[in-house]
């Protein structure tokens, strides 16, 4: 999985962790623990949303304070999710995201109980922004062009699946993403879109025998 927080999130293929680079951010059990915060995550999201930006102007964006913005921003540094750019003037330190997205596999932290708990929080507070945004984009959306409000929209459909093709399944789209990426820069009819993707199993209540344990007896 994955998160941009231009929403925040969005889904990188599984596979093994490729290694870190500017576009993304592999969370480690302890920065996952960092994350899993109200503030914190919001904080990554308007930074990536809005660019660098000191404390004091995320705090008026967010509804905070400042004091408590420069806490939570320090605490995001100390796990590399966010950075000084250093071109502050005096004490009004410039703050830039690390990446453009950062990615898990829930497997990662599999028997680290402190850690499940923390994606638990992280992925359903993600879930949460998800319908907060779709429901400010359904209170406006007659105001764009009809153009947009049919391009826009949601979609859904089930599949069968194993969970080795369900996971090329999502490489593929998520290759998909990366072609559209930026294809609108530098034309000012372009936006930005946020692109969720979720998948979930249908029969909650029968769960395959896990094969990669092997047999025990």
């Not at 967010?62 to 250093?86: C, F, I, M, P």
């Not at 497997?107 to 429901?135: I, M, P, V």
């Given at each position: 999985m994955a998160a941009s927080d231009t929403s925040p999130t969005s889904a990188s293929p599984s596979g093994s962790a490729p290694a870190d680079d500017h576009e993304n951010v592999w969370l480690t059990p302890e920065?996952?623990?960092?994350?899993a915060h109200p503030l914190r995550s919001r904080l990554l999201g308007a930074l990536r949303r809005g660019g660098p930006a000191t404390a004091t102007d995320l705090a008026a964006a967010?509804?905070?304070?400042?004091?408590?913005?420069?806490?939570?921003?320090?605490?995001?540094?100390?796990?590399?999710?966010?950075?000084?750019?250093?071109e502050g003037?005096?004490?009004?330190?410039?703050?830039?995201?690390?990446?453009?997205?950062?990615?898990?596999?829930?497997?990662?932290?599999?028997?680290?109980?402190?850690?499940?708990?923390?994606?638990?929080?992280?992925?359903?507070?993600?879930?949460?922004?998800?319908?907060?945004?779709?429901?400010k984009w359904l209170d406006v959306s007659t105001t764009w062009p009809t153009t947009w409000q049919d391009a826009c929209g949601s979609s859904d459909a089930s599949v069968l699946v194993t969970a080795e093709s369900l996971e090329a399944m999502r490489e593929e789209m998520w290759d998909l993403i990366e072609r559209y990426r930026r294809v609108g820069q530098g034309n000012p009819q372009a936006r930005r879109i946020a692109v969720y993707a979720f998948a979930y199993p249908l029969d909650l209540d029968?769960?395959?025998t896990d094969t990669s344990r092997g047999s025990s007896r």
């Open positions: 920065s996952l623990r960092v994350l967010l509804g905070t304070n400042s004091g408590a913005t420069s806490y939570h921003l320090r605490k995001l540094e100390s796990v590399g999710l966010v950075h000084d750019t250093e003037e005096g004490k009004r330190r410039l703050w830039r995201a690390s990446s453009e997205y950062h990615s898990w596999h829930p497997s990662d932290f599999e028997g680290d109980e402190d850690s499940e708990t923390a994606l638990n929080w992280l992925t359903r507070d993600y879930a949460r922004h998800f319908s907060e945004q779709y429901d029968r769960p395959p």
